[in-house]
């Protein structure tokens, strides 16, 4: 087994802790491994976990001995076809997530610069429209699971319209979105899906151009492929949808349960801001990443690192770094030096971040205005997470509010 993670101790990157408590799990790794910890994946397959606040900044910011070109993995001639996390971690993929050097730099240009060109009135436009449309559904019921009827549509609705889509697709890309993302047994048929979408999508903006995502990128002098563009929309869908519905629920559920933002639900705005500081870092929804490969040996946080081997992003662990949060205090201020959008070239693009917090923010505002007294239904206690060790979100928030007509807006 040349090349892999010391078996020894190696822990399974799977099971409940990952949803009862994932922060105790990771000190207890912490205290038994240090800093970079050998793990295990799904089928045994072997990587390290990268939880140090430091050693986190130096891989991604190390793109020549810490590369995305998965080719380096030297366990591939291990991997099944059929391995479940190929979605998640995948082999010459013509995505940005794979590409590497001047190539990269290009690519992620023609993304940003297509995000950018999204007029930011029009966006919160969007995202106020469909929030108000998903909230008519049920708004006068007086109880609702705030996640499956609210935060898991809205992201990819906002993101679809964006993209060029017409607006019935958007919740078509829902299940897609979320069987590939938790890696289980319907991932690939997930990507499958995802991958025709966007494939009919550019063939449409050929014939029809558009002021959209998918038209400029498709416009854009770089050159590209519509196989290299197709994938790359579906990375930022699957991207800034999931992480974003987990970011409105996790900010809701944060709101609706701790009491120093009780008295925001009335409409105190600077407290949702707050709550949403606070989730990216205590319970950022991307818990951990894949992934980089050591482009040759080396040493990391004491272990020695064969060129190959795989290492996965703990941003999670590496957020509640006691080396760097030393008093463990709760950071709910403007301090944004959390890492759960990445860091170096690879991170998630200022554009798409600013895109994220948009419809995040909106869509709890909207949320709040529309149902000013809304509260948990069920014990705090009762509230679970879904079995994924990659995205932390729950599977469901039930609320109860009192009954409000409907606005008779989009839907």
């Known amino acids: 087994?040349?090349?892999?993670?010391?078996?020894?101790?190696?822990?399974?990157?799977?099971?409940?802790?990952?949803?009862?408590?994932?922060?105790?799990?990771?000190?207890?790794?912490?205290?038994?491994?240090?800093?970079?910890?050998p793990v295990v994946l799904d089928g045994d397959v072997p990587a390290w976990l990268i939880?140090?606040?430091?050693e986190l900044h130096q891989v991604t910011g190390d793109p020549v001995l810490f590369s995305r070109d998965s080719d380096l993995w030297n366990r591939w001639d291990t991997i099944p076809d059929d391995w479940p996390l190929l979605p998640m971690i995948g082999r010459k993929?013509?995505?940005?997530?794979?590409?590497?050097?001047?190539?990269?730099?290009?690519r992620a240009a023609m993304i940003s610069n297509a995000l950018e060109a999204v007029d930011p009135f029009a966006l919160k436009r969007y995202a106020e429209e469909f929030a108000d449309g998903l909230i008519?559904?049920?708004c006068s019921v007086g109880r609702t699971d705030i996640i499956a009827e609210y935060a898991m549509l809205l992201p990819a609705l906002?993101?679809?319209?964006?993209?060029?889509?017409?607006?019935?697709?958007?919740?078509?890309?829902?299940?897609?979105?979320?069987?590939?993302?938790?890696?289980?047994?319907?991932?690939?048929?997930?990507?499958?899906?995802?991958?025709?979408?966007?494939?009919?999508?550019?063939?449409d903006k050929h014939a029809e151009p558009g002021d959209d995502v998918a038209t400029r990128m498709l416009e854009d002098p770089g050159g590209f492929s519509d196989e290299e563009i197709a994938q790359d929309l579906m990375v930022m869908m699957a991207a800034g949808h999931q992480p974003t519905a987990d970011w409105i629920g996790n900010s809701l559920r944060l709101m609706l349960t701790d009491d120093r933002f009780a008295a925001s639900l009335s409409g105190g705005r600077h407290s949702v801001a707050e709550a949403m500081n606070e989730v990216l870092w205590e319970d950022t929804p991307s818990q951990n990443v894949a992934g980089r490969w050591a482009s040759r040996d080396t040493h990391?946080?004491?272990?020695?690192?064969?060129?190959g081997d795989l290492l996965l992003l703990g941003i999670a662990a590496a957020n509640g770094d006691p080396?760097?949060?030393?008093?463990?205090?709760?950071?709910?201020?403007?301090?944004?030096?959390?890492?759960?959008?990445?860091?170096g070239e690879h991170r998630c693009p200022f554009p798409a971040q600013e895109t994220a917090e948009v419809v995040a923010r909106t869509g709890i505002e909207v949320l709040l205005d529309r149902l000013p007294d809304v509260d948990l239904a069920v014990p705090e206690e009762q509230l679970t997470r879904r079995p994924s060790p990659w995205l932390r979100g729950l599977t469901d928030l039930p609320v109860q509010f009192t009954p409000t007509p409907a606005l008779g807006g989009q839907s």
């Open 1 to 37: 087994m040349s090349g892999c993670p010391v078996p020894h101790g190696s822990v399974p990157l799977s099971g409940p802790r990952f949803q009862t408590d994932p922060v105790q799990l990771y000190r207890d790794m912490r205290r038994d491994h240090g800093a970079v910890a």
């Open 51 to 54: 939880l140090g606040y430091r």
């Open 93 to 106: 993929q013509p995505s940005i997530l794979y590409t590497v050097g001047e190539r990269h730099t290009v």
């Open 136 to 138: 008519d559904r049920f």
């Open 158 to 203: 906002v993101l679809a319209k964006l993209y060029g889509f017409g607006n019935e697709v958007g919740a078509a890309l829902v299940g897609a979105l979320n069987d590939m993302i938790d890696g289980r047994e319907r991932a690939l048929a997930g990507q499958q899906y995802l991958g025709s979408a966007m494939a009919q999508l550019l063939l």
């Open 300 to 307: 990391l946080g004491g272990r020695h690192i064969h060129a």
């Open 323 to 343: 080396q760097v949060r030393t008093d463990g205090s709760t950071l709910t201020g403007g301090n944004n030096a959390f890492l759960s959008f990445g860091h």
